[in-house]
């Protein structure tokens, strides 16, 4: 989000060949802009936390609201359409469901603010891709800046630097100067390793011995 809106990437790339140039840098102040969440988890509340810190209006959905999380961060839960229409960025955190498959498309991007920015590190399916691409080209959406992708599966996580990328979508995803991608690794950190490698020791442990598993996902049939 910070990177897209100071354009760092892109001074990164010029000051490397000694190109010191401020054309097409400009970004904006983001206190006072409001910001959308979809979705309010563990993740997204952090987020939250740290968005307020920059005096950022916070307006959220989520299907399970928190209005105590809500009175003590001074944000707002709002319909879909109502955060579209009023959002300078959209963060999407929500789980990949039926209901949320390609959440963000063609109808939804018509009813968002001209200019917005888009953040996914969610799911990539949660974004209908060729959407996100028509609303780059029109420029309704600004910027996006994305961690997944919603065809993955046979890029990320490799290197395939060597080779052509025969996906023509994900090609003109990375054509654009105000798209960010990268390769799922919103999570990745030195504790969130640690975390998840006694987490999963943890489950198998108590799956072992019998005992409840706390973490246990169940079918909603």
Do not use: W
């Not at 999380?69 to 039926?98: G, M, N, V, W």
């Amino acid at each position: 989000m910070l990177s897209l809106n100071r354009k760092i990437h892109r001074a990164y790339s010029r000051t490397r060949d000694g190109n010191f140039s401020l054309n097409g840098l400009m970004g904006f102040d983001m206190h006072g802009k409001t910001v959308g969440i979809i979705g309010t988890g563990k993740i997204a509340r952090i987020l939250i936390h740290s968005l307020r810190g920059l005096g950022m209006e916070v307006l959220a959905h989520d299907i399970y609201p928190d209005e105590e999380f809500a009175a003590k961060e001074q944000i707002r839960y709002t319909t879909l359409d109502d955060l579209y229409r009023k959002s300078d960025i959209i963060s999407l955190h929500c789980p990949l469901t039926a209901a949320t498959r390609y959440l963000i498309n063609e109808d939804s991007i018509a009813k968002m603010k001209e200019g917005v920015m888009l953040i996914n590190t969610g799911r990539g399916q949660l974004i209908h891709t060729h959407s996100l691409i028509e609303g780059l080209k029109d420029k309704k959406i600004s910027a996006a800046g994305l961690d997944v992708y919603e065809e993955e599966g046979d890029y990320f996580y490799e290197d395939i630097s060597d080779e052509i990328i025969d996906d023509d979508v994900l090609a003109r995803l990375l054509s654009f100067n105000n798209v960010i991608v990268t390769s799922h690794q919103a999570f990745f950190t030195a504790e969130a390793m640690h975390n998840i490698a006694e987490t999963t020791l943890q489950n198998i442990t108590a799956f072992l011995e019998g005992k409840p598993l706390v973490n246990e996902v169940k079918s909603e049939g």
